[in-house]
């Protein structure tokens, strides 16, 4: 499960979900705009990878579409057996 940090663990400036201002190593260490850019010059300072801005979360999922394709799936895959067995 994708954990997002919602701080900048350098100067701990508050990055929410929907922040523009967010930037990620691909270890998903967080560092705030002005951090990443300056002193640490797009490098995490913990894995040494490049940082690159988090995109924006969008609102939630549609959890019940999921739902619906997932069905499709198992429903399928019975006939699939049925199908087999007869
Ligand atoms: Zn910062
Ligand atoms: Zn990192």
Redesign the pocket.
């Known amino acids: 499960m994708l954990e997002m940090k919602n701080a900048c663990q350098r100067c701990h400036r508050l990055l929410p979900p929907i922040s523009h201002d967010a930037f990620i190593?691909?270890?998903e260490?967080t560092w705030c705009r002005d951090c990443a850019r300056e002193p640490l010059e797009r490098t995490?300072p913990?894995?040494g990878?490049e940082l690159h801005q988090r995109p924006p979360r969008g609102h939630e999922p549609d959890r019940d579409t999921t739902a619906l394709t997932r069905d499709a799936i198992v429903a399928q895959l019975r006939q699939g057996m049925l199908r087999s067995a007869t």
């Open positions: 190593c691909s270890y260490c995490c913990n894995c990878g």
